[in-house]
Nanobody
Framework: QVQLQESGGGSVQAGESLTLSCVVS???????WAWFRQTPGKEREGVAA????????VYGDFVKGRFTISRDNTNLTLHLQMNSLKPEDTAMYYC??????????????WGQGTQVTVSS
């Protein structure tokens, strides 16, 4: 059973940075990886997606150059570097694998999430 485990969330002030990580428990070849976020009462929202073969990436419109998705092929860890955080970035962040490239939540495997809270 493939499991994804996120880490790196926390509480920060607006303007600060966080780096989220997602570790895969069992090697799974997935061409596409992604980060999503969700707040209570709202639909899950695509943050960033990465295709590992071409290394193409796509980001949600709200990112505006502040976040970077990357994958460390050595230890099979997915990262999301988040800079210039805003209070509206407050959400539970999830990593996902094995799906169609892009920001729609059609991925097969999901982590349990890591909470990011940004205060003004």
């Amino acid at each position: 059973q493939v499991q994804l485990q996120e880490s790196g969330g926390g509480s920060v002030q607006a303007g600060e940075s966080l780096t989220l990580s997602c570790v895969v428990s069992v090697y799974t070849y997935s061409r596409n990886w992604a980060w999503f976020r969700q707040t209570p009462g709202k639909e899950r929202e695509g943050v960033a997606a990465l295709e590992i073969v071409t290394r193409r990436t796509v980001y949600g419109d709200f990112v505006k150059g502040r976040f970077t998705i990357s994958r460390d092929n050595t230890n099979l860890t997915l990262h999301l570097q988040m800079n210039s955080l805003k209070p509206e970035d407050t959400a539970m962040y999830y990593c996902a694998a094995l799906g169609c490239y892009g920001l729609r939540p059609n991925y097969k495997f999901w982590g349990q999430g890591t909470q990011v809270t940004v205060s003004s």
